[in-house]
C-alpha cells in the first residue's frame, strides 16, 4: 500500500515538472492562441499565355465580300485573386497583347491593315471546387475592358485608323494543382468577347471588328 501510494505521488511530481517544461518549448505561445493559422485569403498567379483570335468584322464602306484576320499572339500574363469563401474568389487578369489585322476576301491585296496593343483588365467571379485534394478545378464569368493603344497603319501613305475601346464578357475553366499550402501550378482557358469600333481610311469605312478570343494559358500558383 505504502508503495502505491509513493508511485502515485512521483507521477504527479513528474507531471508538475513536464508540462511546464513543455510550455516552454512553444515561444510566444498565449492563453488561447490557435496553433494553426487561417490561409491568406490572396493569391496570385504568373502563366504564359496563347491569345487566339476568332476574327470578324462587320464594316460599312467597305467592299463586298471583305474579310479580316488577326495574329495570334504569346505574352506573359499576372493575374491576382481574392477568396472571399473557401470556394468564392473573385481574379482580376492583368497583361497586354499585341496583333496585326490583315485583309482577306476583296481587301486582300491591302495585306497588314493596322497593328495595335490590346491592354484588357479581365474581372471573373469564380466558384472553386475542393472536394478533390490537391487538384482544385474552378469555373469563372466576368466582365472586360480593353483598350487599344499604339495603333499603327500599316500601309505607307494610307490615312489614319482608329480603334475604339470596348466592353465584353468573359467566361472561364480552370485548375490548380497544389504541391503544397503555398505553391501549384495553373492552366486555364478563357473565351472573351471583344469587339472594338473601327475607323479605317479616314473614316471612310468603319464599323465592328469581332476579336473574340480564345485565351489559353498555363504557370505558377502561390496562395499567401
Do not use: C
Request: avoid cysteine; aromatic fraction near 10%.
Amino acid at each position: 500500500m505504502k508503495n502505491s501510494v509513493k508511485s502515485a505521488l512521483a507521477a504527479v511530481l513528474l507531471s508538475s515538472v513536464a508540462l511546464p517544461a513543455m510550455a516552454a518549448d512553444l515561444p510566444n505561445l498565449k492563453p488561447g492562441m490557435a496553433l494553426a493559422t487561417a490561409q491568406s485569403p490572396w493569391m496570385i498567379r504568373v502563366r504564359a499565355l496563347g491569345v487566339l483570335p476568332q476574327a470578324g468584322a462587320s464594316l460599312s464602306g467597305a467592299p463586298a465580300g471583305y474579310g479580316v484576320a488577326i495574329t495570334n499572339s504569346g505574352v506573359p500574363e499576372l493575374d491576382i485573386t481574392y477568396f472571399f469563401t473557401k470556394n468564392i474568389a473573385a481574379e482580376l487578369i492583368l497583361g497586354v497583347t499585341p496583333h496585326e489585322v490583315k485583309g482577306k476576301g476583296s481587301i486582300a491585296a491591302f495585306g497588314d491593315i493596322v497593328s495595335t496593343v490590346a491592354l484588357p483588365p479581365t474581372l471573373t467571379l469564380q466558384y472553386h471546387f475542393t472536394d478533390f485534394g490537391a487538384f482544385k478545378p474552378y469555373v469563372g464569368v466576368g466582365v472586360n475592358y480593353t483598350i487599344y493603344f499604339d495603333t499603327t497603319v500599316k500601309n505607307p501613305g494610307a490615312a489614319p485608323a482608329s480603334i475604339k475601346p470596348s466592353w465584353g464578357i468573359a467566361g472561364q475553366i480552370g485548375f490548380d494543382y497544389m504541391i503544397d499550402q503555398h505553391w501549384g501550378f495553373n492552366v486555364d482557358v478563357k473565351k472573351i468577347l471583344m469587339e472594338p469600333s473601327v475607323r479605317l481610311a479616314g473614316g471612310a469605312i468603319s464599323g465592328t471588328v469581332k476579336i473574340n478570343p480564345w485565351i489559353i494559358g498555363a504557370g505558377v500558383t502561390y496562395r499567401f
